[in-house]
Nanobody, 119 residues
Framework: QVQLVESGGGLVQPGGSLRLVCAAS????????MGWHRQAPEKQRELVAT???????NYADSVKGRFTISIDNGKNTVSLQMNSLKPEDTAVYYC?????????????WGQGTQVTVSS
């Protein structure tokens, strides 16, 4: 079992910045990748960014050049630096972790943190 706790959400004006942090605990030795997804009202959850333990990253086209994902293996955290925020970035942001235990792969999710971009 892996537990994920997100922090750093809030209200920000368009053009502003926020930094989300996700702390992992539990059976963290099996984590192979972590990421962020988001879900806006009445929309499906979508991928924002992912990062492997070795640092390979992947971003949604809508956030490339504005968001940066990073991982701190020593602290078992993954962060999402969000710059030049737009109203359409408003959503609940969820951290997730992909864990391999033997031959079994499991994806764990955090509870989510609200990000609101509004003037």
């Amino acid at each position: 079992q892996v537990q994920l706790v997100e922090s750093g959400g809030g209200l920000v004006q368009p053009g502003g910045s926020l930094r989300l942090v996700c702390a992992a605990s539990g059976s963290i030795s099996g984590i192979v990748a972590m990421g962020w997804h988001r879900q806006a009202p009445e929309k499906q959850r979508e991928l924002v960014a992912t990062i492997t333990k070795t640092g390979s990253t992947n971003y949604a086209d809508s956030v490339k050049g504005r968001f940066t994902i990073s991982i701190d293996n020593g602290k078992n955290t993954v962060s999402l630096q969000m710059n030049s925020l737009k109203p359409e970035d408003t959503a609940v942001y969820y951290c997730d972790a992909g864990v391999i235990d033997g031959s079994k792969f499991t994806n764990y999710w955090g509870q989510g943190t609200q990000v609101t971009v509004s003037s």
